[in-house]
């Protein structure tokens, strides 16, 4: 069992769905003729765009000072995996889960491909920058400015 990403095509007046990546068309090669299978489908989220959301976050975390932080356990490190569960979170993008002890946790949503569509995904884009600007940059700049800063960091400008 594997995933096939498919591209749907006319040959001929008819629709056909086609392997579109090279690891597609060799998964396709092990399906013997004939063969029936099932898809379950979803489309595909804009990879590029995924990338700016991990760029922004980078440079939030990046630019964050979490303070001197001391505890029971010890000095606490910066996390870059926490960083992004916690913006994830105050974007408003997590469940709570019940714990052994019965207490409850805040868990951060995955943002994977097949758990969060474009629409999902564009709104949490724009709730991390909101998140970042009031927790990282205390407001010193603009939501544009932030945007025009990671699209500087990727080199789309």
Same mark, same amino acid.
């Given at each position: 069992?594997?995933?096939?990403?498919? #591209?749907?095509? *006319?040959? +001929?007046?008819?629709?056909?769905?086609?392997?579109?990546?090279?690891? %597609?068309?060799?998964?396709?090669?092990?399906?013997?003729?004939?063969?029936?299978? *099932?898809?379950?489908?979803?489309?595909?989220?804009?990879? #590029?765009?995924?990338?700016?959301?991990?760029?922004?976050?980078?440079?939030?975390?990046?630019?964050?000072?979490?303070?001197?932080?001391?505890? $029971?356990?010890?000095?606490?490190?910066? +996390?870059?995996?926490?960083?992004?569960?916690?913006?994830?979170?105050?974007?408003?993008?997590?469940?709570?889960?019940?714990?052994? *002890?019965?207490?409850?946790?805040?868990?951060?949503?995955?943002? %994977?491909?097949?758990?969060?569509?474009?629409? $999902?995904?564009?709104?949490?884009?724009?709730?991390?920058?909101?998140?970042?600007?009031?927790?990282?940059? +205390?407001? %010193?700049?603009?939501?544009? #400015?932030?945007?025009?800063?990671?699209?500087?960091?990727?080199?789309?400008?």
């Amino acid at each position: 069992m594997g995933k096939i990403r498919l #591209q749907k095509m *006319d040959i +001929n007046g008819n629709s056909v769905f086609a392997p579109c990546t090279p690891e %597609s068309i060799e998964m396709a090669k092990t399906i013997p003729i004939g063969k029936e299978i *099932d898809i379950e489908y979803s489309f595909p989220r804009n990879t #590029q765009f995924h990338r700016k959301w991990f760029a922004l976050l980078k440079i939030g975390y990046d630019n964050w000072a979490p303070g001197e932080i001391n505890s $029971q356990y010890g000095t606490p490190e910066k +996390n870059f995996e926490r960083f992004r569960k916690d913006v994830t979170i105050l974007a408003g993008y997590y469940h709570i889960v019940v714990r052994l *002890d019965g207490t409850t946790r805040v868990e951060a949503d995955s943002v %994977s491909f097949g758990n969060m569509d474009e629409a $999902q995904f564009s709104e949490l884009y724009s709730k991390t920058i909101d998140v970042l600007l009031k927790r990282v940059y +205390n407001s %010193s700049m603009s939501a544009e #400015q932030l945007d025009e800063l990671v699209d500087k960091f990727m080199g789309f400008v």
